[in-house]
């Protein structure tokens, strides 16, 4: 069970093709990611995959190549293009307009008097912005429209709201405000309500013939989003998906130049992980009287990437999209310098396990979740597993030889399998239905202990197969615990309740299990100490995200250190954690980028 915090992008996952740098270049500023923090629980049922270009028809849209066209590292939001240029929001420090040539390798930023603007739309005639602009005197989020080159900013009306665009000629403007959908003239006035909705209402976009809008309603009781449509003049408003099973997650559209395909994306859970992505979707167009022979969505891009935001070129050929490149760095906590210093260098990966000499280390890289093995210094990497499958907390045998992992493949349950160090073909170390993680080698490297989710009994336990005999043994008293970590001299194990609240200990001589400790936040990736006296923790829960300890005999967990303003990656079970050889501890932080992405596609 892990705390997450969820990638979004508001105004926002690579396809699977190669990403080709562009000219387009810009002067380097801080990389800042924007995240919603909320909690996701372990799903060992896994989710249905998406579906990729080569699964479906030929005459099916699909992307073709994705190139990259910006490179700043500056987080982004509201991209809208020209065909000559790209315009976004970029958030330095407030929020800014950021100019992109494609022609050149230049970037500017568009003048503006105010200390907080948003992009919303261009106009027809790509002569001025309508934005969003708020002072730290109003509490109003007023709409503006801003010459893309010479002139002053013009108030539209009275106007305020979360987002808004034009129409295609450019004489009406359709907004959210709260819960309302609202149509005025270009000018502000003449203002009459199209609808109220049951949750905000933002991301509107006119049909290019004018007669439809589709916009997204956000429901943060039940932390949905919906698409709808409605009638330029209001009439007919309905779910644009109702049956559709991405459809509570769906939002944040735009049409085609043609009117063919309706663009918009999806966020949801990577198969049988709680990695999240967001991907782009096309959706032919019933009313345009295109040819197509399904009116169902097509997914365009399905990871490891994400991919949102997304702007039809005119040209119908291509659609330009903000997309986040994870890449993360390994660190360790410096308790002299009070910092965090990184280990390993050259790699992008999460999930490290030192082999028992400490000299190789094995890793999951990031994003496409391979396992790879490596040296301490970085060096002699091999790769042990290929896509599609993705690895997890791989464990080394204490000679070195081979290595556990949690092998997560679409579509089906996690398995633990065993792989020689210098790679071949890996083994499933049990043949039943349930799933297993968290793999823990006996000191002799005859035994493996895991936790067991036996879905065809509805069982968590734990259990140890004896790899000699192929047989395996339930821990006495085990059923519904979960985390299970050995200590290094064996006589305990220690097992997380569901919850994450409460660390149970079984002790060997009495054939017991005792509460241990009951935490005010949450008990993620235990680690023993070396003696076998000591217990760590991380706890991402409270406000004062830290490592604890608590010692065996005792109830009250001692924190060790905070660890502060710290960017952590969240990979598929949550922010990891980990110690080395010389017990200091080690995390991931989140080096991703935020960049504008050309994804060259052939819609039929």
Known sequence: MSHYRLLFFRNLPSATMSIMPTTCASARAPKRIFRLSIVIFLAMLGSV??????????????????????????????LLSDDSHLYLTEWPAAQVIAKFSLQGANRSTIASPFSNVRLLDLS????????????????????????????????VGDLSGRDATWSADGTQIVFGKGNVLSLASSTGKQVHE????????????????????????????????????????????????????????????????????????????????????????????AGSGASQTSSAPVPLTDGPMSFGNAWPARDNKNIWAIGVRPTVEVVKYDPARKD????????????????????????????????????????????????????????????GKQIAYVSMQPGQRWKLSLIAADGGTSR?????????????????????????????????SIRILDLKTHKTTTVP????????????????????SPGNKTLKLFDYKTQTWSDWLTSSGAVNYP?????????????????????????????????????????????????????????????????????????????P
């Open 49 to 78: 995959p998406i579906a990729s270009a080569n699964d479906l028809p030929f005459s099916a849209p699909k992307v073709l190549s994705v190139t990259e066209a910006t490179h700043d590292g500056v987080s982004k939001i509201n």
């Open 124 to 155: 027809p005639d790509g002569t001025k912005f309508l934005v969003s602009a708020k002072e730290a005197a109003s509490a109003r989020n007023e709409f503006w429209t801003l010459p893309v080159a010479e002139g002053s900013p013009e108030k």
């Open 194 to 285: 199209l609808f109220t909705a049951n949750g905000s209402v933002f991301a509107p976009r006119f049909s290019p013939d004018g007669q439809r809008i589709r916009f997204t309603v956000n429901d943060s009781e039940q932390n949905a989003t919906a698409l709808w449509e409605i009638g330029h003049d209001g009439s007919n408003p309905h779910p644009l998906l109702p049956n559709w099973q991405y459809a509570t997650t769906a939002c944040c559209g735009s049409w085609t130049a043609d009117g063919r395909y309706y663009i918009f994306q999806v966020t949801q859970t990577l198969p049988n992980t709680t990695a999240i992505i967001t991907s782009l979707w096309a959706l032919p167009d």
């Open 340 to 399: 965090f210093v990184p280990i390993v260098s050259g790699i992008s990966a999460t999930d490290l396990d030192y082999s028992a000499d400490g000299k190789f280390v094995a890793y999951v890289a990031v994003p496409d979740g391979t396992l790879w093995r490596c040296r301490a210094d970085g060096s002699e990497r091999r790769q042990l597993t290929s896509a599609p499958m993705r690895a997890a907390l791989p464990r080394w045998s204490p000679d």
């Open 428 to 460: 499933e170390i049990l043949q039943d239905s349930g799933s297993q993680i968290d793999a823990n080698w006996s000191a002799d490297g005859t035994r493996i202990m895991f936790g067991d989710y036996a879905l065809d009994t509805g069982g968590i």
């Open 477 to 496: 008293g085990s059923e519904g615990l979960f985390s299970p970590r050995w200590s290094p001299d064996e006589r305990y194990i220690a097992a997380i």
């Open 527 to 603: 680690v023993w100490s070396a003696d076998s006296q000591y217990l760590f923790y991380d706890d991402f829960v409270n406000d004062d995200e830290s490592i604890r300890k608590v010692k065996v005999g005792e109830s009250n967990a001692e924190r060790v250190f905070v660890l502060g303003v710290f960017e952590r990656y969240l990979g598929a079970l949550g922010p990891w954690s980990g110690r080395t050889p010389d017990g200091s501890w080690m995390f991931v932080r989140d080096r991703s980028s935020q960049e504008v992405y050309r994804l060259s596609v052939e819609l």
